[in-house]
């Protein structure tokens, strides 16, 4: 089963054409969509509510208050981890068959990152893959509509980690739009409990990523076409507690202490 998290702040505009463009560039394949409604002050948790009526694969779930990125993600994650181990046996988990794996993709509820790219993503995992990215950074790979200051954090975000924390084959490390094998989400909740991102603010995908990928046998990025000039309201990212949250990863890692840290919040 292919399940599809999507994290949601104030993106009741662009989530009906999202939700549409999904399940047209995935009806070849059995998916779940789970939207987490992180304390949106607009009609979002309507709009997934109107949308889970009339479709059977769409699932909400919802935060009372603005809780941040990475507790968003992390509810998503128990959602789908709950829902399989609900519907499959106990141990499906470390059984599951290489050419049907069960598969988590994550992508932001914006519209920016392309539903086209979710195919791409499952077959790689499908080849054998562990954890993909949707990277700007390889070959194919394009991002237009984000300001200088944006594109420059991005960039410097992935050299800095790429020489504290290398990962073989990554490149784009802030990037959220990834599939799991949920096997290795499994293991993450097993190994860091439920909250598996401790960090409130955008670098907690970074966090994910170092966390994760140990878990993993085989990393890929595959090529993302970014159009950010498609966003629909304004940016939820504050750059200086992002930037705060990348030195706190990599003074987490130097010191090699994943619970410990105090994590910035927005």
């Given at each position: 089963?292919?399940?599809?998290?999507?994290?949601?702040?104030?993106?009741?505009?662009?989530?009906?054409?999202?939700?549409?463009?999904?399940?047209?560039?995935?009806?070849?394949?059995?998916?779940?969509?789970?939207?987490?409604?992180?304390?949106?002050?607009?009609?979002?948790?309507?709009?997934?509510?109107?949308?889970?009526?009339?479709?059977?694969?769409?699932?909400?779930?919802?935060?009372?208050?603005?809780?941040?990125?990475?507790?968003?993600?992390?509810?998503?994650?128990?959602?789908?981890?709950?829902?399989?181990?609900?519907?499959?046996?106990?141990?499906?988990?470390?059984?599951?068959?290489?050419?049907?794996?069960?598969?988590?993709?994550?992508?932001?509820?914006?519209?920016?990152?392309?539903?086209?790219?979710?195919?791409?993503?499952?077959?790689?995992?499908?080849?054998?893959?562990?954890?993909?990215?949707?990277?700007?950074?390889?070959?194919?790979?394009?991002?237009?509509?984000?300001?200088?200051?944006?594109?420059?954090?991005?960039?410097?975000?992935?050299?800095?980690?790429?020489?504290?924390?290398?990962?073989?084959?990554?490149?784009?490390?802030?990037?959220?739009y990834r599939a799991y094998r949920l096997?290795?989400?499994?293991?993450?909740?097993?190994?860091?409990?439920?909250?598996?991102?401790?960090?409130?603010?955008?670098?907690?995908?970074?966090?994910?990523?170092?966390?994760?990928?140990?878990?993993?046998?085989?990393?890929?990025?595959?090529?993302?076409?970014?159009?950010?000039?498609?966003?629909?309201?304004?940016?939820?990212?504050?750059?200086?507690?992002?930037?705060?949250?990348?030195?706190?990863?990599?003074?987490?890692?130097?010191?090699?202490?994943?619970?410990?840290?105090?994590?910035?919040?927005?």
């Amino acid at each position: 089963m292919l399940y599809i998290v999507l994290p949601a702040y104030n993106e009741d505009q662009a989530l009906p054409e999202l939700l549409a463009d999904i399940n047209q560039n995935c009806a070849a394949i059995p998916h779940q969509i789970v939207v987490v409604n992180d304390g949106s002050t607009d009609s979002t948790f309507d709009v997934i509510q109107n949308y889970a009526q009339t479709h059977d694969n769409v699932h909400g779930v919802n935060h009372e208050q603005n809780q941040g990125l990475g507790a968003a993600i992390n509810s998503g994650f128990q959602y789908v981890l709950n829902h399989n181990y609900q519907v499959n046996s106990p141990d499906k988990l470390t059984s599951e068959k290489q050419d049907s794996p069960d598969i988590v993709i994550t992508m932001d509820a914006d519209n920016t990152q392309p539903a086209d790219c979710i195919p791409v993503l499952y077959d790689e995992i499908c080849s054998g893959a562990d954890l993909v990215i949707a990277s700007r950074y390889v070959q194919g790979g394009e991002q237009h509509g984000l300001s200088f200051g944006r594109r420059g954090l991005s960039w410097g975000a992935g050299r800095v980690m790429r020489f504290f924390a290398p990962i073989k084959g990554v490149r784009d490390y802030s990037c959220g739009y990834r599939a799991y094998r949920l096997r290795l989400l499994a293991e993450g909740t097993r190994q860091y409990g439920p909250n598996i991102i401790k960090s409130r603010n955008f670098s907690g995908m970074v966090e994910l990523l170092l966390k994760v990928a140990p878990f993993a046998e085989r990393v890929t990025e595959v090529p993302l076409k970014l159009h950010y000039e498609l966003k629909k309201g304004a940016s939820k990212m504050r750059i200086g507690a992002t930037i705060w949250g990348y030195l706190q990863l990599i003074y987490q890692l130097k010191r090699n202490k994943w619970s410990t840290v105090e994590w910035a919040e927005e």
